[in-house]
């Protein structure tokens, strides 16, 4: 099945919120210092393409 845009948009939408869950949590259950500090980072990347990708979304009328 071929994905359109909005689907495509959609699902790397939900992919990216579940990796923000997903580093938000690594980087509270490791004991490393560093390890956390760079789950916590790539968390915070994940929500600047959630919010691009949501934005696009919005702009764009996909609801």
């Known amino acids: 099945m071929e994905m359109d845009t909005r689907d ?3 699902k790397k939408l939900l992919d990216a919120q579940e ?3 997903d580093y938000e ?3 509270k259950k490791v004991k490393e210092k560093e390890v956390a500090g760079v ?3 790539f968390a ?3 929500g600047i393409q959630a ?3 949501q934005q ?3 702009k764009h009328g996909m609801h």
């Open 44 to 46: 915070k990347e994940s």
């Open 8 to 10: 495509t948009i959609m």
């Open 25 to 27: 949590m690594f980087s």
């Open 19 to 21: 990796n923000v869950r």
């Open 51 to 53: 919010r691009k990708l």
């Open 56 to 58: 696009l979304i919005d």
């Open 39 to 41: 789950f916590k980072q």
